[in-house]
């Protein structure tokens, strides 16, 4: 089974636990005092469901040569648990408001609001005022915090500080902490970096200022295709054509490549059809077989220096028992006059070998 499958398989078994929790809802329509704990622990455990499928489907993602079928798996499975959480916390609000024991009412409902407000068990982004990772933090953000109408806008307020550093931080800085606050600084923080023509000219630019690559290397050619993904990603969500510039993309990447690298490519294309078109996704299939090839490379070279050091070590030990052998009767004397010299002897032949 392939990496691939795996993931694929786990990704099922996911999306299987939020079924049944699904299921499990369907089936309680009122709740009683004894179904609230069950109810409790069983929305903690969906809550930490999305971090275990996020982690798989983020994997899945980077390896998928067609990413839109992937970001509609991710699409579907987030509407279902976002629909599911939802509703469990409406359930448990149903409950505070029909219950008429004013001390189980009370503490219920300090259970429930700690629950409102408990976010599900994925860490949020950092914008530090980067306008590259913009479009990123606000679809998280508004997907997470801003449109969840169960987390309350002191709440908001806090996880939007929480969340900006650097000069982002700087432009909700003067607003004082209020719940009335919260709406005002979003709307601020949206007009000073939501700028589609800003964010087009600077995925533009960081596409055309990829830093030159020195000398082959798995690592530098791997991050390589990390940063076209991203920019080109971001800039299709803002309505560029992107599908449209292979030609451009390939002459842009080509000449950052080092010369072995270069070379092969040059090397690929001569073995392609003349009248045939050469696409973008053509080019990253080959640099990113480039980068796997270059890293089982390093990892043999690394293997070999290891096992060289190691038999190097062992053909000196060889070499000092060899020359005692040729000199048993020097040997025999050191033990006569002075018994304490053999067993130093001993001591720096396995110091030396183990070190």
Not at 31 to 58: F, M, P
Not at 131 to 150: A, G
Request: proline content about 1%; overall charge neutral; charged content about 25%.
């Amino acid at each position: 089974m392939t990496t691939e499958e795996k993931l694929v398989k786990k990704r099922s078994s996911y999306k299987g636990r939020l079924t049944m929790f699904i299921s499990y809802l369907d089936t309680v329509e009122s709740l009683k005092n004894s179904d609230i704990a069950e109810l409790q622990l069983r929305i903690g455990k969906v809550e930490s469901l999305y971090a275990q499928y996020d982690e798989v489907q983020l994997q899945l993602e980077c390896a998928a040569d067609d990413m839109q079928s992937q970001l509609n798996e991710r699409s579907m499975f987030e509407s279902q648990y976002y629909k599911a959480l939802a509703r469990a916390q409406n359930l448990l609000t149903k409950y505070n408001k029909s219950n008429n024991d004013d001390a189980c009412s009370e503490n219920v409902t300090r259970a429930s609001n700690h629950r409102l407000v408990k976010l599900p068990t994925i860490q949020l982004p950092k914008f530090s005022g980067s306008y590259e990772n913009w479009l990123e933090f606000h679809d998280t953000f508004s997907s997470l915090i801003h449109t969840n109408d169960e987390i309350d806008e002191i709440n908001k307020f806090h996880y939007l500080r929480a969340s900006l550093e650097g000069s982002a931080a700087v432009v909700i800085q003067s607003f004082e902490f209020s719940a009335s606050n919260y709406a005002v600084a979003w709307k601020v923080l949206c007009e000073r970096f939501d700028n589609k023509r800003l964010l087009i000219q600077n995925h533009v630019s960081a596409l055309f200022n990829i830093d030159p690559i020195s000398r082959e290397s798995s690592v530098v050619l791997k991050r390589l295709i990390d940063n076209l993904n991203k920019n080109l990603r971001a800039l299709e969500s803002l309505g560029e054509p992107v599908k449209q510039w292979d030609t451009l993309l390939i002459h842009i990447v080509t000449h950052k490549l080092d010369q072995k690298t270069y070379r092969e490519w040059e090397e690929c294309k001569g073995r392609l059809d003349q009248n045939s078109s050469i696409t973008f996704d053509l080019f990253i299939q080959f640099v990113r077989g480039r980068a796997d090839l270059i890293e089982t490379l390093e990892m043999s070279r690394n293997l070999n220096s290891t096992s060289h050091k190691s038999s190097s070590k062992l053909k000196a030990m060889v070499s000092v028992q060899h020359t005692n052998s040729n000199n048993n009767s020097n040997t025999d004397s050191i033990k006569n006059v002075c018994p304490n010299a053999m067993v130093t002897i001993i001591y720096l032949i396995a110091h030396n070998f183990l070190h």
